[in-house]
Structure formats: structure tokens, C-alpha cells
């Protein structure tokens, strides 16, 4: 069964400094990867994904995540972190083969103060 | 482009009552989704379609939920009867083809509360 897991609530970051959120999954065989964001009374955005090639991955808003195959991570980075960037962000896993499914993790608030 | 439309936004019901939810997915999109989101918790897919076909409803408690998309565009998810734990936010997503691989666009989802 594939499961992710989002070992943080909550991630607070000064604007203007990097930010990470983290994200592990597990799966049989390999994994597709996304992140997806939500921000207050709006629908679950979707910021970016990994299915194959590049590690690093560039996803919207100026978010990028690393995927590493050895440690089953997938964390969200941005460089400079602004205040708008202060929402709930969500991993999600899906196995290669199989179930079409994604199962996403509880998420983690971001909070950016100015 | 118009977005996932989903409706209503808010219902609260007496528990044992009969509750639906609307979904209008993004025009084109053929593939459709009815997540069910806990407070403090991520999604759960609860049933996916391609056009009008229920492709993995494994996850869909048959018992008191049921859902269609008659016509492969807009779908209905029906609760009867609904208890107190069905309260929770019911989530439509929509995305162009069967892969899965491609980027879901959710509505803002219906909260269901019931007392």
C-alpha cells in the first residue's frame, strides 16, 4: 500500500528566508510524486510533480522539490519565502503501476511572517 | 476558463436525512473525482470516473453513498442516510485523461455538517 507521510503541522519562516516543507512517502516500486496547495474558502491547487527524469522539479509560484530516491523524500523548497505563500500544502503519492490513485498526506500549515 | 463547480458550499442536515452534492467538472475533462476531506487531513478518494464510468469506486462506502455522472460531464454524490461522521468537506476534482498523472483541478468542495 502506498501511504505519505508530512511529519510537520506547522513550518514557520520569516519573508525573505528559504522555506522547507517536507514530505516521505511509501510505495511498491516507483513512486509519481505531487504537490498540491490550499489556501482559505479556495480548491487544492496544484504547484508541481515528479513522474521521471530530473530530481529537481520547478512547479509554480517559484516552488521547486527534490526528489531522492534513497531517503523516499520529496520536500518543497522556495528560495525566498513570502507572505502569500502562507497556506496548507499538500504531498501526494501515487505507485507507478496499479491503483490510479493518489493518496495525499494531512498536510502542512505554512505560515510566513513579515 | 471556468473552474469545478461544486454545489452547494455549506448543508447541514438532521443525521438519518438524505444529502447530495453537485459537480459541474471542467468542460472537456473527462475524468472526475469525488474526495472526501476530514478536518486536519489530507483527501481520500472516494470514487473516480472516466467519462460516465465508475473506474475505482473501491473506497466508496456502498452501503449509504452512491454517486453518478449519467452523461460523462456533471456528477451527483448522494448520502442516505447520513450520520454524524459524514461531516466532513466533500471535494470534486477534474483533470484530462485516464493516467492519473495529470494535474487535478479541485472546487472549492461542500461542507457537510450533520447534527
Known amino acids: 500500500a502506498q501511504s505519505v507521510a508530512q511529519p510537520e503541522d506547522q513550518v514557520n519562516v520569516a519573508e525573505g528566508n528559504p522555506l522547507t516543507v517536507k514530505c516521505t512517502y511509501s510505495?511498491?516500486?516507483?513512486?509519481?510524486l505531487f504537490w498540491y496547495v490550499q489556501y482559505p474558502n479556495r480548491g487544492l491547487q496544484f504547484l508541481l510533480k515528479?513522474?521521471?527524469?530530473?530530481?529537481l522539479v520547478k512547479g509554480s509560484y517559484g516552488f521547486e522539490a527534490e526528489f531522492n530516491k534513497s531517503q523516499t523524500s520529496f520536500h518543497l523548497k522556495k528560495p525566498s519565502a513570502l507572505v502569500s505563500d502562507s497556506a496548507l500544502y499538500f504531498c501526494?503519492?501515487?505507485?507507478?503501476?496499479?491503483?490510479?490513485?493518489?493518496?495525499f498526506g494531512s498536510g502542512t500549515r505554512l505560515q510566513v511572517q513579515p | 476558463e471556468a473552474g469545478v463547480v461544486q454545489s452547494p458550499r455549506y448543508k447541514i442536515i438532521e443525521k438519518k436525512q438524505p444529502v447530495a452534492f453537485w459537480c459541474n467538472p471542467i468542460?472537456?475533462?473527462?475524468?472526475l473525482y469525488w474526495y472526501l476531506q476530514n478536518l486536519g487531513q489530507g483527501p481520500e478518494l472516494l470514487i473516480r470516473?472516466?467519462?460516465?464510468?465508475?473506474?475505482?469506486d473501491s473506497q466508496l462506502p456502498k452501503d449509504r453513498f452512491s454517486a453518478e455522472r449519467l452523461k460523462g460531464v456533471d456528477s451527483t454524490l448522494k448520502i442516505q442516510p447520513a450520520e454524524l461522521g459524514d461531516s466532513a468537506v466533500y471535494l470534486c476534482?477534474?483533470?484530462?485523461?485516464?493516467?492519473?498523472?495529470?494535474?487535478?483541478?479541485f472546487g472549492p468542495g461542500t461542507r457537510l455538517t450533520v447534527l
Open positions: 510505495v511498491s516500486g516507483n513512486p509519481y
Open positions: 501526494a503519492v501515487r505507485e507507478a503501476t496499479g491503483r490510479r490513485a493518489l493518496t
Open positions: 468542460s472537456g475533462h473527462n475524468t
Open positions: 470516473y472516466e467519462n460516465e464510468e465508475a473506474v475505482d
Open positions: 515528479y513522474i521521471t527524469g530530473d530530481n
Open positions: 476534482a477534474s483533470s484530462l485523461g485516464p493516467s492519473g498523472l495529470n494535474e487535478q483541478f
